[in-house]
Structure formats: structure tokens, C-alpha cells
């Protein structure tokens, strides 16, 4: 049944099953790029299940990479991916299942979707549907983002879908490196802005004896080309319930 409602959707909004692939030339214009780290280390985790990650990602990137957005197009990652199963080469990677770590078929895929949100939301481009992880599994010691600055994916029911809604068009490059996932957007036209996201609103609740809930607003500020604010613009609002003890201090190590 999920399937069929991803489908009619897919259908109902043009969305594509394969994007046009173009090459670089003619993209030399620098929009949005951004890399986070394959490996980490994780308590507890069996590091194979992150080995397995870098397969996954590998082989979504290879769907993704040189696709060009044209103007009124809108992607849907899980409609050019598609569904992640063990006959196409994906591997058991790590899931989080209700906040707790698990393993599932084409697991760690929520790591590019994360890289995919973050980078388009510094650009023109527009976020049309986005899924936001319920849980806050790690505490901010080495966090680099703001909370709920990513884009949490499961086939087909959380998808992240991105339109272009600009006159001009938009190549997006993924590749797996040895020890990161790196991405970028590019565009056939000069950028008219830049963007700075930032949070605001944030506060932890203790909801209930030993139930912690920690909630943002994130913003971004769109800059013209000398650096001045020309607006400043709402993104999304976070919730997730926190999977750690709260207000400790950051460790030294």
C-alpha cells in the first residue's frame, strides 16, 4: 500500500524516474557543497555495518551523480535511487529503529540525505518533502551542525524530494571517497545569493520523570552578493525525543 501512495505521488507531481545526466562542463558555477565522514566511532556498533554504509552509499551515488535539475523539475531521491535490496548490492548497514541502533538492508542511506538536505538548503534550490529524525541519539560533543539539520530517508514513506523553482539549472555531484561522502551542487548560472542557516528557539523539555524532548526552529539568512541580509527565512521547526542524559557537560577527550 505504501508503495502504491509513493507512486501515485511520484506521478501526480512529474517526478522522474531518472534525471538527465550531464557532464561538468558548462557547471562552473559553485552553489552549495559539503562532506561529512564515513567512519565514526560508534560504542557498540560493529564496524562492518559501517563498511557496509560505504557500499550503499556508493551505489546510491552512482544514480545520483551528474543529474541535472532543470528549471520546474522537482527529484525524488528514493524515486531515482530506488529500492534498496540485496539483488541490486546493497548490504546490511546501521539503522535506528524507534531510537535504538539496528540493522537493515541499504542501512546508513539517511547519511547522503542528510548531505543532500544541508547542501540545498544553501541554495536557491526548494525542499518540497522532508522527514525529520524523531530521536536525538547523540549528544553534541563534535557536533559541527545545528540540531535537526538533516533529513532522515526509509523506502518508500520518508522520502526527500527537492524542486527547482530558478531559471536555471542545477548538476549535482556525489562521490564516496575513501574516508567521506562529499557532494555538491553546481549551476549553469551565477548565484545571485548566498545563505547562512542558523537555530534558533532551542530548549530541552523534561516532558515526563526521565523523558527528555529537545526542540529548534531552523532559520537561514539569504545574503546578496556584497553580504547584505535580504531576508531572513523559515525552514523547518525540530522535535526529538533525546536517547542521552541531558546537560551533562562535553567531555574533554
Not at 545569493?193 to 534558533?200: K, L, P, R, S
Request: proline share 4%; charged share 25%.
Amino acid at each position: 500500500m505504501w508503495r502504491l501512495r509513493r507512486e501515485w505521488q511520484w506521478r501526480r507531481s512529474g517526478v522522474r524516474a531518472r534525471l538527465d545526466r550531464v557532464a561538468v562542463d558548462g557547471f562552473e558555477h559553485a552553489v552549495a557543497a559539503h562532506r561529512t565522514p564515513i567512519f565514526r566511532e560508534l560504542a557498540g556498533v560493529d564496524r562492518r555495518l559501517q563498511e557496509n554504509k560505504a557500499v550503499n552509499l556508493a551505489i546510491a551515488a552512482a544514480r545520483l551523480d551528474g543529474s541535472a535539475l532543470r528549471p520546474g523539475q522537482r527529484m525524488s531521491f528514493w524515486r531515482v535511487v530506488g529500492r534498496p535490496s540485496y539483488r541490486r548490492g546493497f548490504k546490511d548497514g546501521l539503522v535506528l529503529r524507534q531510537g535504538e541502533v539496528d540493522e537493515g538492508v541499504g542501512g546508513g542511506l539517511c547519511q547522503m540525505t542528510n548531505l543532500l538536505y544541508w547542501m540545498t538548503v544553501h541554495s536557491p534550490l526548494t525542499v518540497v518533502e522532508r522527514w525529520r529524525h524523531t530521536y536525538d541519539v547523540f549528544p553534541d560533543n563534535g557536533r559541527t551542525q545545528p540540531f535537526g539539520s538533516g533529513a532522515t530517508c526509509s523506502w518508500p514513506v520518508l522520502d526527500l524530494q527537492i524542486e527547482n523553482r530558478t531559471a536555471a539549472t542545477f548538476r549535482l555531484s556525489l562521490t564516496v571517497e575513501q574516508t567521506h561522502l562529499v557532494g555538491a551542487w553546481t549551476s549553469d548560472q551565477a548565484p545571485l545569493h548566498t545563505f547562512e542557516v542558523y537555530e534558533a528557539a532551542h530548549e530541552m523539555r523534561n516532558d515526563l520523570p526521565g523523558v527528555f524532548t529537545r526542540h529548534n526552529v531552523l532559520r537561514r539568512r539569504v545574503l546578496d552578493l556584497a553580504g547584505n541580509e535580504v531576508d531572513d527565512e523559515f525552514l523547518a521547526a525540530n522535535q526529538g525525543r533525546l536517547m542521552y542524559q541531558p546537560f551533562l557537560e562535553a567531555g574533554t577527550g
